[in-house]
């Protein structure tokens, strides 16, 4: 299951893998058993225009990790995602085992951003009743990823009211993770009526940018201290671990987004020391830019390593 997309719909589950260089859809009905299967080959894509389509879902996925560690990373997420997806709302939550579910954020584009209020209802109890993540609860084991895919008609009735109708939702499509404290992580992408249906192109679209979103989104919760538990922004562990404080500090700013002058006047010190400590931090990670500081921080959320013990921890 590792790697593979799950894909609920109306009484289906789609498995979306890879094999000999094709792509394959497993589609197995789930009403009463695993009664029948069958096996549809995606056609292959054009050379040109999947170079074409590549290059965008790059950029969008480059813009987004650029809005990490922002307050308003929701929304602006949301709009980079739409250069190649249509999309209406996003909505970033925790579900935990015994405990009630955790907001970690989300937006709204060209209508009333409802998220938090969406969620505070969510919250009060409609997530004890809702089983629209059971199978990928059931089917995903730690650290594996997962699409989940459903219409609003397939929700019960408080829960379709209250959240679907008053918004004018009509689908959502959520990239799950499953952590390794067995809560599930779930970004949940929504459209509405205007937009239409999500299709399979759209899917798999998704099935591409899944890993990478989750990965920033991850990263994001750590930058913005929307953890289980956290009650100020956390510390971003594992690879600036072997820094010097000071060093360390530098890189956590820049990691939230902080221009030199921010970062300067928070640590109180000038803007040329901040890029000292910057260049000095670079060099002992062996990287030369900021956005290989992102994608070194992302690359260590996803699969992160003991925390290594600074060298010289006290060094200013």
């Given at each position: 299951?590792?790697?593979?997309?799950l894909?609920?719909?109306?009484?289906?589950?789609?498995?979306?893998?890879k094999k000999?260089d094709?792509?394959?859809?497993?589609?197995?009905?789930?009403k009463k058993?695993?009664r029948?299967?069958?096996?549809?080959q995606?056609?292959?894509?054009?050379?040109a225009?999947a170079?074409?389509?590549a290059a965008r879902?790059?950029l969008?996925v480059?813009?987004?990790?650029?809005s990490?560690?922002?307050r308003?990373?929701?929304?602006?997420a949301?709009?980079?995602l739409?250069?190649?997806?249509?999309?209406?709302?996003?909505?970033?939550?925790?579900?935990?085992?015994?405990?009630?579910p955790?907001?970690?954020g989300?937006g709204?584009?060209q209508m009333?951003d409802?998220t938090?209020e969406?969620?505070h209802?969510?919250?009060?109890g409609?997530y004890l009743?809702?089983?629209?993540?059971?199978?990928?609860?059931?089917?995903?084991?730690g650290?594996?990823?997962?699409?989940t895919?459903?219409?609003a008609q397939?929700?019960p009735e408080?829960?379709?009211s209250g959240?679907?109708?008053r918004?004018?939702?009509?689908e959502?499509t959520?990239?799950?993770?499953?952590?390794?404290?067995g809560?599930?992580?779930a970004?949940?992408?929504?459209?509405?009526r205007?937009?239409?249906t999500?299709?399979?192109?759209d899917?798999d679209?998704?099935?591409?940018?899944?890993?990478?979103?989750?990965?920033?989104?991850?990263?994001?919760?750590?930058?913005s201290?929307t953890a289980?538990?956290a009650?100020?922004?956390?510390?971003?562990a594992?690879?600036?671990d072997?820094?010097?404080?000071?060093?360390?500090?530098?890189?956590?700013r820049?990691?939230?987004?902080?221009?030199?002058e921010?970062v300067?006047a928070?640590?109180?010190?000038?803007?040329g020391t901040v890029k000292?400590?910057?260049?000095r931090a670079f060099?002992r990670?062996?990287i030369?830019?900021?956005?290989?500081?992102?994608?070194?921080?992302?690359?260590?959320?996803?699969?992160p390593?003991?925390a290594?013990?600074?060298?010289?921890?006290?060094a200013?």
């Amino acid at each position: 299951m590792r790697g593979a997309a799950l894909v609920t719909s109306p009484g289906k589950c789609q498995i979306i893998s890879k094999k000999d260089d094709l792509r394959f859809r497993k589609v197995a009905a789930l009403k009463k058993g695993w009664r029948r299967m069958l096996l549809v080959q995606f056609d292959k894509p054009d050379g040109a225009a999947a170079a074409v389509a590549a290059a965008r879902e790059s950029l969008a996925v480059a813009r987004v990790i650029a809005s990490v560690g922002q307050r308003d990373f929701g929304v602006s997420a949301l709009r980079d995602l739409n250069d190649v997806l249509s999309l209406c709302w996003m909505s970033i939550y925790s579900l935990r085992t015994h405990q009630p579910p955790l907001f970690h954020g989300g937006g709204s584009l060209q209508m009333p951003d409802r998220t938090t209020e969406a969620f505070h209802f969510y919250r009060q109890g409609i997530y004890l009743t809702d089983h629209t993540f059971d199978e990928a609860k059931a089917q995903l084991k730690g650290g594996d990823t997962a699409i989940t895919h459903l219409h609003a008609q397939e929700v019960p009735e408080k829960h379709r009211s209250g959240i679907y109708t008053r918004n004018g939702l009509q689908e959502r499509t959520s990239l799950v993770r499953m952590k390794d404290d067995g809560s599930l992580l779930a970004i949940n992408l929504y459209r509405n009526r205007q937009q239409g249906t999500f299709h399979d192109a759209d899917i798999d679209l998704l099935r591409r940018l899944g890993q990478p979103l989750l990965s920033c989104v991850n990263l994001h919760i750590q930058l913005s201290g929307t953890a289980p538990g956290a009650d100020e922004p956390l510390k971003l562990a594992g690879p600036l671990d072997a820094l010097p404080r000071r060093e360390k500090e530098v890189c956590e700013r820049l990691l939230r987004g902080w221009t030199h002058e921010g970062v300067a006047a928070d640590l109180r010190i000038s803007t040329g020391t901040v890029k000292t400590y910057r260049d000095r931090a670079f060099e002992r990670l062996g990287i030369h830019h900021r956005n290989e500081l992102f994608a070194l921080a992302l690359a260590w959320s996803s699969h992160p390593q003991p925390a290594v013990t600074s060298a010289d921890p006290a060094a200013p």
